[in-house]
């Protein structure tokens, strides 16, 4: 860690730790705000749903015991913060026995691969498509259809994704409308099958999301463009006479897109929402899904742990690129004012 | 005869300036300014069409029938369309009805402008707070300023949705203007960041040393001073911060959790959701609202470059 001076490290853990430290506090307090405990509301539904339940007192205080909710406020805080470092959410209350841990690591592994694929697409075609609408020798169509494409950087994902499955999975019935392969007809694993399938299964989700999104780097990238047009070396590029796509990739793109990685940090939180409200609308089988079915069947340590868990993975992402970035820029010196 | 011409009405034609005018006379043309850019105008225009549309439309169209069950004309379609039972689309319902008969032309005028209530209610708090935070921290630095760049590096780190969609799913029943104030609560820290940047930047520029010298008051500087010369950039970060709450009130009534007891976007494009409205082809009961908020974000993107362009004059003219 040569080139990371300890105090912006430190600076940058602290926020790290205290963004964690800050969300666990809120998710715990907001339940606690509610008239009523989350057990009476529980047992509550219980009677509602299917007649009277038997010593609902009885159950009632068994498991306020089983909780913790009859200890002291601050005493039931300390747990908590305890149970989230080890992870341990509770249990879902929709499917009883399954620890909530378990609902979200079943959940992630769909979440993180569509989010990085996504992240990863958006990004090269967003810069790309910056970077075209301004180099000199773009054909002038092109460049006037660019910025009509950058309308849908502006729409909400979960617009896009709904005209998306509308068109595409209703309407033409090229792709599948729910889920992230054919459950029942092939089996998952390393097969041609399967993964033809994710990927049948994952296209619309995927497209949903980097349509939104890809404009945001293109804005992001034309400006760094203009910038690094009016640079000497650029003269000095064109006057060695060098061929327009070598300047265009050595010179500019190179040197336009590394303030672009910062960026990354800042568009992350508005991505993870922006994916989970798409996994829903798709049904795909992600963290956005286990929140909207959670949210149906008001199953609140699985919201509670759900969102603590996509708080804590954007928080830890924000922090890497942080960390990463002065490697990756040389010409910027880690701490300086931001 | 070559040189017939059409009449020209030479009054509406404004006199072309004479080319070798010289260029400082262009300031004296209201016209003349940045505020009148296509894009903002554009953009402007979207969205005072749809909010006039809500406030205007409420007296040439029963708004009551947002809410009002209609059992005669479920799933009736827009007029020009027919449905699965073979019903032509009527004027009584124009633009068709949806499960329980809701007229959707009612549920559009009402819906659009309390979605835009919300945004407005919370960016207004938004920026408040952010104006007070940004000018502190920017302007008086020290440890104020760590703390406040602190808390709003680490609000700005939380996407948002999440901690609304645990809050959300506590209430039971919540208006439009608690969720506001609920989104307002995240809509601050990025106004601040803005602003806080802008004010270091002007610190130390000659007019405020100029104010500082001739013993204008901390607040006086601030306020007085500084704040007209942040107007571009105040209107920027109040319609980004109306965009994104928003962005985030759609969020949370697309997944149920927003207000019940009246017709929001959000909370239609839910129940059509619910309702399989797109596997049956009822697609005038979510691609009404779905377009609807889909124009209103390109009106609020418009206004948003084109208050850039103000701001950013290297932008200007450039495509």
């Known amino acids: 860690m040569g080139k990371i001076p300890r105090s912006y490290l430190l600076r940058r853990l602290g926020i790290f730790f205290l963004t964690i430290w800050f969300a666990a506090t809120i998710i715990f307090i907001i339940p606690r705000l509610a008239p009523g405990d989350p057990i009476s509301a529980m047992v509550g539904d219980m009677t509602q749903a299917g007649g009277d339940v038997e010593n609902s007192q009885a159950i009632i205080e068994g498991w306020r015991a089983r909780f913790g909710l009859d200890k002291s406020l601050p005493e039931q805080y300390v747990r908590y913060l305890g149970n989230l470092l080890t992870l341990d959410f509770g249990y879902s209350i929709n499917a009883f026995p399954t620890p909530v841990g378990e609902v979200i690591a079943r959940a992630l592994p769909w979440t993180l691969s569509l989010l990085l694929l996504a992240m990863v697409l958006t990004f090269a075609i967003g810069n790309f498509l910056g970077a075209i609408l301004m180099w000199r020798y773009t054909p002038r169509l092109v460049k006037m259809f660019i910025p009509v494409t950058m309308v849908f950087t502006s729409i909400p994902s979960v617009l896009a994704a709904l005209f998306l499955l509308y068109n595409f999975a209703y309407v033409l019935g090229w792709f599948p409308d729910a889920n992230a392969y054919n459950v029942g007809e092939v089996v998952p694993g390393f097969n041609l099958a399967f993964i033809g399938s994710v990927i049948r299964h994952g296209t619309l989700p995927a497209l949903a999301i980097i349509l939104v999104s890809f404009g945001y780097w293109t804005l992001g990238m034309r400006g760094m463009m203009i910038t690094v047009e009016g640079e000497d070396y650029m003269q000095l590029a064109r006057a060695k006479g060098l061929a327009p796509f070598y300047v265009l990739y050595r010179y500019m793109i190179r040197n336009a897109i590394l303030p672009q990685v910062t960026a990354f940090a800042i568009t992350l939180g508005t991505l993870v929402s922006g994916q989970v409200l798409v996994e829903y609308v798709f049904q795909y089988p992600g963290m956005g899904k286990v929140i909207y079915e959670a949210i149906l069947a008001q199953d609140f340590p699985v919201i509670q742990g759900a969102s603590f868990f996509l708080i804590t993975m954007t928080a830890l992402a924000v922090l890497l690129v942080d960390l990463l970035y002065p490697y990756i820029d040389p010409r910027i010196s880690a701490g300086g004012e931001s | ?319």
């Open chain 2, 1 to 319: 005869m070559t040189t017939s011409q059409p009449p020209v009405d030479v009054a509406a034609v404004p006199p072309a300036p004479p080319e070798d005018a010289p260029r400082t006379m262009g300031r004296f043309n209201i016209w003349d300014t940045p505020w009148f850019n296509a894009r903002l105008m554009t953009g402007v225009g979207i969205i005072t069409a749809i909010l006039l549309m809500g406030v205007v439309g409420q007296f040439f169209w029963d708004v009551g029938m947002a809410t009002e069950r209609d059992r005669t004309a479920r799933f009736a379609p827009p007029v020009g369309f027919t449905n699965f039972r073979g019903e032509p689309g009527s004027w009584a319902h124009p633009l068709g009805t949806n499960n329980l008969g809701h007229d959707m032309l009612a549920v559009a005028l009402v819906g659009a402008p309390n979605t835009f209530l919300i945004g407005f209610i919370a960016a207004t708090i938004g920026l408040g707070v952010g104006i007070v935070l940004g000018f502190t921290g920017g302007f008086l630095g020290g440890w104020i300023d760590d703390f406040i760049r602190l808390i709003s590096d680490v609000t700005l780190t939380i996407p948002a949705l999440m901690v609304l969609i645990v809050l959300n799913s506590v209430l039971d029943r919540i208006s439009i203007t608690t969720m506001a104030l609920i989104i307002a609560a995240f809509a601050w820290p990025r106004a601040t960041r803005q602003i806080r940047s802008q004010v270091l930047t002007m610190r130390e520029s000659g007019y405020v040393q100029m104010a500082r010298l001739s013993g204008a008051s901390t607040f006086g500087i601030m306020f007085k001073e500084m704040l007209p010369n942040l107007i571009p950039y105040l209107f920027a970060s109040f319609i980004a911060g109306a965009t994104g709450a928003i962005l985030a009130a759609v969020g949370l009534e697309t997944l149920g959790l927003g207000p019940q007891n009246v017709p929001t976007l959000g909370g239609t494009i839910y129940d059509a959701y619910r309702g399989s409205a797109l596997s049956a082809n009822f697609w005038w009961w979510w691609g009404i609202p779905t377009v609807l908020l889909a124009v209103m974000f390109v009106g609020l993107l418009l206004v948003n470059l084109g208050l850039d362009e103000i701001a950013n004059p290297r932008l200007r003219g450039r495509k």
